[in-house]
């Protein structure tokens, strides 16, 4: 019977420490078979040990006995050759960027270009490979911000941040949005044959959610049903002005209800108790930091119950509105 030659204690402590520490399993069960070897295990029992063919655990032997350590490590070019060549990956990923949602069609256009057959799996395998991942599109603004007003509003959000950290000031994020019984509908992990599935309304009632927001998720809403015109909005920052008790910014998009002249006409009586309104530039919904807070009510912090009834659909959005700050957090990037 074929034992390994008898190992010294220098090359148990190096077979030791490969077996426990070395990154490449294959390499840490050959390790350990040579240990059981010289432990007096013959190569049948080690193979039934790995699951692996007994000339398998023959030539690790005649390896470590013919190139020592090196013997051990995987040979360049050993293993599988990929299924898909340079140029064939770079194809790939040039037909997923025209079906992003689709990879049977990367399959059938592959095929038609170099008359290769994989399947989506091997697709998968390599786009997850090349760091893709699979996540929801978002709307994009229909034109890009102006890139000079761009930039000088990063910079004015900058200066308030660290305004606002020293104590100066407060800075405040304004918007509104709007729920009902049509759901924003997430992704979910789903057991295979079973789909969750929320209830279809066609009922028309919408719930308005105006709101202030600090980056440390302070929070003042405000709930409206029914339509929110010029006078909801100059009410809600009425209320807000006789909360502040230091000089506060307030940023705010361009929406026609923001720029209309009723609203207009009293922010100079705004200024007097110290609330300054800042507008952000056109297409740059990035910039408003209480977008993220919608967003994240909307498509993860409601549960799928709130769909039941426009009843239901009140009480969860209450109920998160209340903890926002406490349950509900968002960490925010400084700008």
Known sequence: MKYVTPLNDAEIHTLHDMHRYHPSRRARMRAHSLLLSHQGLAIPHIARIYQVDR?????????????????????????????????????????????????????????Q????????????????????????????????????????SKELIHRLQQREAAGECALWYFDGTGFCLTPCIPYAWQPIGETIEV????????????????????????????TVDTSVIVECF?????????KTSVLLDNAPIHRSQAFIEQIPKWVKKGLIIKYLPSYAP?????????????????????????????????????RVGTEYTITFQAA
């Open 55 to 111: 000339r398998s655990v023959s030539s690790w032997i005649d390896r470590w006995q013919t190139q020592g350590l090196v013997g051990l490590y995987d040979q360049p070019g050993a293993g599988r050759r990929p299924l898909l060549s340079a140029d064939e990956q770079q194809k790939v990923q040039q037909y997923l960027q025209q079906s992003p949602q689709d990879l049977k069609q990367v399959v059938h256009k592959l095929e």
């Open 113 to 152: 270009e170099t008359a290769k057959r994989v399947s989506t799996k091997t697709i998968k395998r390599f786009i997850k490979k090349s760091r893709y991942i699979w996540k929801r599109i978002r709307k994009s603004p229909a034109k890009s911000p102006d890139p000079q007003k761009y930039e000088r």
């Open 199 to 226: 209830p279809t309304s066609s009922h028309s009632r919408r719930l308005n959610i105006l709101g202030f927001l600090k980056r440390n998720n302070d929070l003042v809403p405000y709930m409206v049903e029914g």
């Open 238 to 246: 009425h209320q807000f002005s006789q909360q502040i008790n230091k």
């Open 286 to 322: 990035e910039l408003n930091l209480i977008e993220i807070l919608w967003r994240f009510m909307k498509y993860y912090w409601l549960p799928f119950s709130a769909y039941a009834s426009f009843q239901s659909l009140v009480e969860a959005i209450e109920e998160i509105l209340t």
